[in-house]
T-cell receptor
Framework: AQRVTQPEKLLSVFKGAPVELKCNYSYSGSPELFWYVQYSRQRLQLLLRHISRESIKGFTADLNKGETSFHLKKPFAQEEDSAMYYCALKGGGADGLTFGKGTHLIIQP | EAEVAQSPRYKITEKSQAVAFWCDPISGHATLYWYRQILGQGPELLVQFQDESVVDDSQLPKDRFSAERLKGVDSTLKIQPAELGDSAMYLC???????????FGPGTRLTVL
């Protein structure tokens, strides 16, 4: 069975500090990993995916197959980064996503 | 900009009643998903459609839940009878041919009393 674990329910950092949101997964094959974000009063939206290997809004995430991790990082947090962040996995034949429980990121001024 | 539409946005019902949610995906999106998100959890896939066909409904509680997408466009998710534990946000999402990004609707928040 596939599983996504986000160990932190809440992460609070000061503006300008580095941010790392942890994500670990369990899957026997080669998964696709995603980060989705939900800003206040907005719908869930894709932030980035491991295949594209791009930086979105200053965020990056590297897939580490040895540690089965896909941590999300940003060197300097901004207040507008405050949101719920969900790590998600797509594996197997059907392409529905398996989500983690989410991390609520709060950026303090 | 095209968006996934859902209605109603909020629904309050009593247990043992029937409820139905509607989703209109982005035009041209062949794949449609229904997810359930319980408070404090991430979304969980209930059912996936490819056009009008069910691709995955392994997590759908089929004794009380049903989903259809008769013409391969909009979709309806029904619960009958509703139970207290069904209180949650019900999210609809769709993807285009590339199948890369899932676009989510605003959700329907169900409260069962």
């Amino acid at each position: 069975a596939q599983r996504v674990t986000q160990p932190e329910k809440l992460l609070s950092v000061f503006k300008g500090a580095p941010v790392e949101l942890k994500c670990n997964y369990s899957y026997s094959g080669s998964p696709e990993l995603f980060w989705y974000v939900q800003y206040s009063r907005q719908r869930l939206q894709l932030l980035l995916r491991h295949i594209s290997r791009e930086s979105i809004k200053g965020f990056t995430a590297d897939l580490n197959k040895g540690e089965t991790s896909f941590h999300l990082k940003k060197p300097f947090a901004q207040e507008e980064d405050s949101a719920m962040y969900y790590c998600a996995l797509k594996g197997g034949g059907a392409d529905g996503l398996t989500f983690g429980k989410g991390t609520h990121l709060i950026i303090q001024p | 900009e095209a968006e996934v539409a859902q209605s109603p946005r909020y629904k309050i019902t009593e247990k043992s009643q029937a409820v139905a949610f509607w989703c209109d995906p982005i035009s041209g999106h062949a794949t449609l998903y229904w997810y359930r998100q319980i408070l404090g959890q991430g979304p969980e896939l209930l059912v996936q459609f490819q056009d009008e066909s069910v691709v995955d409904d392994s997590q759908l509680p089929k004794d009380r839940f049903s989903a259809e997408r008769l013409k391969g466009v909009d979709s309806t998710l029904k619960i009958q009878p509703a139970e207290l534990g069904d209180s949650a946000m019900y999210l609809c999402a769709s993807t285009g041919l590339a199948g890369i990004e899932q676009f989510f609707g605003p959700g329907t928040r169900l409260t069962v009393l």
